[in-house]
């Protein structure tokens, strides 16, 4: 689940970004070329410094597909601790992150594109992969999208980042939007990833848009851009403050990453939908008070996928299930929680309400 965090960066983290940031060392390159840990505690070897995609047996008829979410890696643990029990319970450690795609990879799952997700969607009977999974990195962190690499290459294992254009721009020291972006660049540079720096990642990459310039950054007074109406703003005005701010995120990620973008899908930030909360208490918190019911219509209208914390959401519109992996989180955890899900119809091949 998403928390509403300020990004909180180890020493550790903050030195190693501060090198990488004046450097511009190929952190993940370095990983695949055999100095990095695997999922069982040695080395990825240099024979697998090139990404292919997997071969699979083609399949119809999928009725599950999951998808699992990652953040943020090593930032307060070591790459080789089993967890990642940190100040920020988003970050994984490395040997963790392989440990779950191992597991994957053993147990015969194959990883599917946006676009191949977003296919199946539509038309339950679309070919896919046996056995596929839809893996997504959240935010653009440069942690994790670098250090996730070698086991990706190692697995054959592809994942779709969710990129925030603000966290782009600031990391590059480019503010665009100051009033609705507190802690640019400052919080930016060296933890997220520059443009030229998202381009360089390899084949095993493919990319959507979680927010424009504005639309994950928390606003003062506790306030988040997609949700929350500002002080004396009128509803046309906040819809098309959101609609404007996206539509411009949009243009840049294409303008950035071109044919690898596919634009028919959405993480939605810390799963602010605006819909009723759930009565569990894992329920993600809906501070929404724009007009009722429009954030939901306007994700339906415009994207075929929209992804969402809250198990029960699934299929309702073009919402559709998104686990997330906290650090915490032990491998017996991990695949137990996947396996439980699974069975519940939580991934499940919905028609579209």
């Given at each position: 689940?998403?928390?509403?965090?300020?990004?909180?960066?180890s020493?550790?983290?903050?030195?190693?970004?501060?090198?990488?940031?004046?450097?511009?060392?190929?952190?993940g390159?370095?990983f695949?070329?055999?100095?990095?840990?695997?999922?069982?505690?040695?080395t990825?070897?240099?024979?697998?410094?090139?990404?292919?995609?997997?071969?699979?047996?083609?399949?119809?008829?999928?009725?599950?597909?999951?998808?699992i979410?990652?953040h943020?890696?090593?930032?307060g643990?070591?790459p080789?601790?089993?967890?990642?029990?940190?100040?920020?319970?988003?970050?994984?450690?490395?040997?963790?992150?392989?440990?779950?795609?191992?597991?994957?990879?053993q147990?015969?799952?194959?990883?599917?594109?946006?676009?191949?997700?977003?296919?199946?969607?539509?038309?339950e009977?679309?070919?896919?992969?046996?056995?596929?999974?839809?893996?997504?990195?959240?935010?653009?962190i440069?942690?994790?999208?670098?250090?996730?690499?070698?086991?990706?290459?190692?697995?054959?294992?592809?994942?779709?980042?969710?990129?925030?254009?603000g966290?782009a721009?600031?990391?590059?020291?480019?503010?665009?939007d100051?009033?609705?972006?507190p802690?640019?660049?400052?919080?930016?540079?060296?933890?997220?990833?520059?443009?030229?720096q998202?381009?360089?990642?390899g084949p095993?990459y493919?990319?959507?848009?979680?927010?424009?310039?504005?639309?994950?950054?928390?606003?003062?007074?506790d306030?988040?851009?997609?949700?929350?109406?500002?002080?004396?703003?009128?509803?046309?005005?906040?819809?098309?403050?959101?609609?404007?701010?996206?539509?411009?995120?949009?243009?840049?990620?294409?303008?950035?990453?071109?044919?690898r973008?596919?634009?028919?899908?959405?993480?939605?930030?810390?799963?602010?939908?605006?819909?009723?909360?759930?009565?569990?208490?894992?329920?993600?918190?809906?501070?929404y008070?724009?007009?009722?019911?429009?954030?939901?219509?306007?994700?339906?209208?415009?994207?075929?996928a929209?992804?969402?914390?809250?198990?029960?959401r699934?299929?309702i519109?073009?919402?559709?299930?998104?686990?997330?992996?906290?650090g915490?989180d032990?491998?017996?955890?991990f695949?137990?929680?996947?396996?439980?899900?699974?069975?519940?119809?939580?991934?499940?091949?919905?028609?579209?309400?």
């Open positions: 689940m998403s928390v509403r965090l300020t990004r909180v960066r020493g550790i983290i903050v030195a190693f970004a501060a090198v990488f940031a004046l450097l511009g060392l190929a952190v390159q370095a695949a070329s055999g100095t990095g840990p695997s999922s069982t505690g040695g990825v070897s240099a024979a697998d410094s090139a990404w292919t995609a997997a071969a699979a047996p083609v399949v119809r008829n999928v009725t599950s597909v999951p998808v979410v990652w943020e890696m090593n930032n643990c070591q080789q601790d089993a967890t990642c029990v940190a100040h920020d319970p988003e970050t994984v450690s490395s040997r963790q992150f392989g440990d779950e795609l191992g597991w994957l990879y147990h015969g799952y194959h990883t599917v594109t946006m676009s191949q997700y977003v296919a199946w969607t539509e038309d009977h679309a070919p896919m992969p046996s056995k596929p999974v839809l893996l997504i990195a959240d935010n653009g440069g942690n994790f999208l670098l250090g996730a690499q070698p086991y990706l290459v190692r697995y054959h294992y592809q994942v779709t980042a969710a990129v925030v254009t966290f721009d600031g990391a590059a020291g480019k503010c665009t100051p009033e609705f972006q802690g640019c660049p400052a919080d930016n540079v060296g933890w997220d990833l520059t443009w030229p998202l381009k360089q990642l095993e493919n990319f959507i848009l979680e927010a424009g310039a504005s639309g994950h950054f928390v606003q003062a007074h306030t988040y851009f997609y949700t929350t109406k500002l002080a004396g703003e009128s509803d046309s005005s906040y819809e098309h403050r959101v609609i404007s701010e996206q539509s411009k995120g949009w243009q840049e990620l294409i303008s950035e990453l071109g044919s973008v596919d634009t028919s899908a959405w993480v939605v930030p810390y799963s602010d939908l605006g819909y009723p909360r759930g009565d569990l208490s894992s329920s993600t918190p809906q501070p008070n724009g007009p009722a019911g429009w954030l939901i219509s306007y994700a339906a209208a415009k994207y075929k929209v992804f969402v914390e809250d198990a029960e699934n299929g519109q073009h919402e559709r299930f998104r686990l997330d992996v906290n915490q032990t491998l017996s955890y695949t137990t929680t996947l396996q439980s899900e699974i069975r519940a119809g939580d991934f499940g091949w919905v028609s579209a309400t």
